[in-house]
């Protein structure tokens, strides 16, 4: 099962924000050769927005980064999930969340609403292999690996990868996302990636409590975030070191690994795709 959805993705896919996802970029970023392009920003359940995205393409897989749990009915995403199946067999991937306690009104006990929403997915007919779970703790990393066919990480080094390798033992899918800035400057590289990782996501204590819980100390979460803290976080540097740090969450356990690019607010993201896409697929 996980092994048709590992040759599926690729060893690396594309990270992007639902809202700056085009056809025309979509259909680029499959022509680079990357095997996944993940919609993230809780895209909308009635999945359209993936459906078009898939008629733009032939062989890229699309990605949910995820659905939120608290946003769409699981039959109605269920129900979205059969029509694309029915269009694009095999090429779309549901990824799932509960998303975050401070921007979600109704959030309350948040793994028992994730195993009841898997729970009628899979009972509306969502196939475990073609289903995954935003998940950084153990409790719903083990309810990744057993109930879905894996788990989508966010917002974490490699060393995360390798402990949730060992929660979910060797069969279930693991696919971190990991954050990106190609500049040589290292200065200029972690202005960039500070700006991203500090708002929102350390003041976010889902992030917060699992960088804790990884060692990190409460002055590496302060001010924007320490620069030990960033460098784990943000791989930078020339495309080869971008793409050496990328690659260790392969060797950490993982089996496909979501670049999210960061770049100067407006600038087209395709030359660093195209860069990356060199160095890591040669």
Known sequence: ??????????????????????????????????????????????????????????????????????????????????????????????????GHREVTQQYGHPYEAL???????????????????????????????????????????????RQAREILGPEPLLAPEHKAVVDPDPARARALGRARVSSPYLGLVNYTSNLRRLGWAEDDLRDGGSDPLIDALVAHGSADQVAAQLSSHLEAGADHVVIQLLTEPQADPLPGYQELARALMP
């Open 1 to 98: 099962m996980t092994a048709h959805l590992r040759d599926q993705l690729g060893r690396f896919g594309i990270w992007r924000g639902a809202f700056q996802v085009t056809a025309q970029l979509a259909a680029d970023i499959e022509q680079l050769g990357f095997g996944a392009l993940w919609l993230g920003g809780s895209p909308d359940g009635d999945l359209a927005q993936a459906e078009e995205l898939l008629d733009a393409t032939s062989t890229l897989t699309i990605g949910t980064s995820i659905v939120n749990i608290w946003k769409d009915a699981p039959h109605e995403v269920a129900r979205s999930f059969a029509r694309l199946q029915d269009r694009h067999a095999g090429r779309f991937v549901l990824g799932v969340g509960a």
């Open 115 to 161: 195993a009841a929403y898997v729970d009628s997915l899979r009972g509306e007919g969502v196939p475990q292999d073609a289903l995954v779970l935003a998940a950084l703790g153990p409790k719903v990393l083990r309810l990744a690996g057993e109930q879905t066919a894996g788990a989508i990480p966010y917002l974490v080094p490699p060393e995360h990868t």
